[in-house]
C-alpha cells in the first residue's frame, strides 16, 4: 500500500494562512451586515436608495460565501487536494488584480487630489491604505509563487496517484493545462456579478466600443455575453477544441473595447449619465472628484484580459493535444 505524502511546511502555512483569512474576513462581513442593518441614520441626513441597501448587503453576502469557500480551500491545500491548489491560485490573481488597482486608486487620491481633514490626514490615509491593500498583495504574490514550484506541484500529484479512482469516472482522460483551468474557473466566477442586475431598480446600461445601449438592448448584450462566456469556460475544462477559439477571441473583446470605450472623448460623460441614473446621494463638500481618473482605472482593467490571453496562447499546444487525446481516449472508453 502507497503511503500518502504529506505536504510542506510551506504548504501547511498557506492552508492556515487562507483559513485564518477567511475567518477574519467572514468575521468581518457578519458584523456589516448586522451593523448595517441596524444602524439607525437621522431624518436630517440623506438617506440612501433602497437599492443601494440591498445591493451592500448582497456584497458583504459575497464576502461571506468567497470566505467560507476559501476556508475550505484552506483544509483542502493542507489535505494536498489539487482542485484547492487551483482555487486558491484563482483568488489569488483575483486579490492581486485589485490589490494593484486600489494602490492605483490610492495614489491617485492621495497625491493627485486634495483630501479634507486636518493636516496629516493624508498620511493617516495612507498607512490604513497600506494595510488594506498590501496585505492581500503579499499573500496573493505567496500563494502564486509557491503553488506553481514544481517541489510544490508534485506533492499534490504524488497525493493524487494515491487516490483509488473513482468509479464511473474515466481514468485516462487528460487533464485541462492549468493556466487554461484558472482562466475557464474566473470566467465562470465573473458571470456571478450579473447576480446583482435583480437588486437595481433600473436597466443596467452597456458600453460597446464607446457606444451607450440601454433598456431591453444592454440587457440582451449582457445575457448573450453572459452565456457565450459559460458555454466557453465549460468548454475549456471539458476541453472541446471549439471553446479555444472562442475563449480567445473573448480575451480579444475585452481588450478591443476596453481600450476604444475608455478612449473614447465622450467616455466620461458617459459615465456621468450612468451615475446620474442610479440617483445616488451627494458626495460631502469637499470630497474629491475621482470620476476624471477613471479612464486610468479602465485601461488598469486591461490587465485582466490581457493575462488571460497570454494563458491561452502560452498552453494552445497542451490545451490542443489534451483535446485530441480526450477525443481518441472517448471511443476506447465506450468499447470498453
Known amino acids: 500500500?502507497?503511503?500518502?505524502?504529506?505536504?510542506?511546511?510551506?504548504?501547511i502555512a498557506a492552508g492556515i494562512a487562507a483559513i485564518l483569512g477567511s475567518v477574519i474576513v467572514a468575521a468581518f462581513s457578519v458584523f456589516m451586515l448586522?451593523?448595517?442593518?441596524?444602524?439607525?441614520?437621522?431624518?436630517?441626513?440623506?438617506?440612501?436608495p433602497a437599492f443601494a441597501k440591498a445591493l451592500i448587503d448582497v456584497v458583504w453576502f459575497f464576502f461571506l460565501a468567497a470566505a467560507i469557500y476559501v476556508c475550505v480551500c484552506g483544509v483542502g491545500v493542507m489535505r494536498l487536494q489539487r482542485w484547492a491548489r487551483i482555487s486558491l491560485m484563482v483568488v489569488a490573481g483575483v486579490m492581486l488584480f485589485f490589490s494593484l488597482t486600489g494602490v492605483a486608486v490610492a495614489i491617485i487620491v492621495l497625491f493627485a487630489t486634495p483630501l479634507p481633514g486636518p493636516p496629516g490626514t493624508k498620511l493617516i490615509v495612507a498607512g490604513i491604505l497600506v494595510l488594506i491593500y498590501g496585505a492581500p498583495f503579499a499573500i496573493a504574490l505567496w500563494w502564486l509563487i509557491l503553488f506553481t514550484r514544481p517541489s510544490v506541484v508534485g506533492q499534490f500529484e504524488a497525493r493524487r496517484a494515491t487516490l483509488p479512482p473513482a468509479r464511473g469516472i474515466r481514468v485516462k482522460k487528460p487533464g485541462c493545462p492549468l493556466p487554461i483551468a484558472i482562466v475557464a474557473w474566473f470566467s465562470l466566477m465573473s458571470?456571478?456579478?450579473?447576480?446583482?442586475?435583480?437588486?437595481?431598480?433600473?436597466?443596467?446600461?452597456?458600453?460597446?466600443?464607446g457606444h451607450l445601449f440601454r433598456g431591453s438592448a444592454a440587457g440582451?448584450?449582457?445575457?448573450?455575453?453572459?452565456?457565450?462566456?459559460?458555454?466557453?469556460?465549460i468548454g475549456l475544462l471539458r476541453l472541446q477544441r471549439w471553446?479555444?477559439?472562442?475563449?480567445?477571441?473573448?480575451?480579444?473583446?475585452?481588450?478591443?473595447?476596453?481600450?476604444?470605450?475608455t478612449l473614447n472623448p465622450s467616455y466620461l460623460a458617459q459615465l456621468r449619465f450612468m451615475l446620474a441614473e442610479m440617483h445616488l446621494p451627494a458626495m460631502p463638500p469637499g470630497f474629491p472628484d475621482l470620476l476624471p481618473y477613471m479612464r486610468y482605472l479602465g485601461l488598469a482593467g486591461l490587465l485582466i484580459p490581457v493575462a488571460c490571453a497570454v494563458c491561452l496562447i502560452y498552453s494552445r499546444e497542451a490545451f490542443l493535444a489534451a483535446a485530441q487525446a480526450d477525443q481518441a481516449a472517448g471511443p476506447q472508453n465506450q468499447s470498453t
Open 1 to 11: 500500500m502507497i503511503s500518502s505524502p504529506r505536504p510542506s511546511a510551506s504548504v
Open 34 to 48: 448586522v451593523a448595517m442593518n441596524a444602524l439607525k441614520i437621522a431624518e436630517k441626513e440623506p438617506m440612501p
Open 191 to 209: 458571470v456571478l456579478n450579473l447576480l446583482i442586475l435583480p437588486f437595481l431598480p433600473f436597466r443596467l446600461p452597456v458600453v460597446l466600443f
Open 220 to 233: 440582451v448584450m449582457l445575457l448573450c455575453l453572459a452565456a457565450l462566456v459559460v458555454a466557453s469556460g
Open 243 to 261: 471553446s479555444y477559439p472562442v475563449s480567445l477571441g473573448l480575451q480579444l473583446f475585452y481588450m478591443a473595447n476596453l481600450l476604444i470605450t
